[in-house]
């Protein structure tokens, strides 16, 4: 059983930075790719970005390609998400996620075993 816990999120300006964190306690073949979604309220929740744990492939969607950058500390077993210019449209709660195929696929959250409890982020105008 892999467990996840994120932090970092909080309120900020548009323009803004902000780093999340995901520490997974182990590293197991069911954490080969880790996942940052977010869901707003309302909106379907969706896939931000990937890594892969072991080669340090990363993978981004179209909303935040250029934004936000994806990283890993496998000493720690903790995953970042530094997210710059951020935008109204980045509010929502991020949750990170694992899973056990070699490659992330963001289309959908529901190849995902394993989540974290989420931490919000508010984006202000």
């Known amino acids: 059983q892999v467990q996840l816990v994120e932090s970092g999120g909080g309120s900020v300006q548009a323009g803004g930075s902000l780093r999340l964190s995901c520490a997974a306690s182990?590293?197991?073949?069911?954490?080969?790719?880790i996942g940052w979604f977010r869901q707003a309220p309302g909106k379907e929740r969706e896939g931000v970005a990937g890594i892969t744990t072991g080669g340090g492939a990363t993978y981004y969607s179209d909303s935040v390609s250029g934004r936000f950058t994806i990283s890993q500390d496998n000493a720690k077993n903790t995953v970042y998400l530094q997210m710059n210019s951020l935008k109204p449209e980045d509010t929502g709660m991020y949750y990170c996620?694992?899973?056990?195929?070699?490659?992330?696929?963001?289309?959908?959250?529901?190849?995902?075993?394993?989540w974290g409890q989420g931490t919000q982020v508010t984006v202000s105008s």
């Open positions: 996620a694992a899973t056990r195929p070699y490659e992330c696929y963001l289309g959908s959250w529901r190849g995902y075993n394993y």
């Open positions: 182990d590293y197991t073949y069911s954490t080969n790719c």
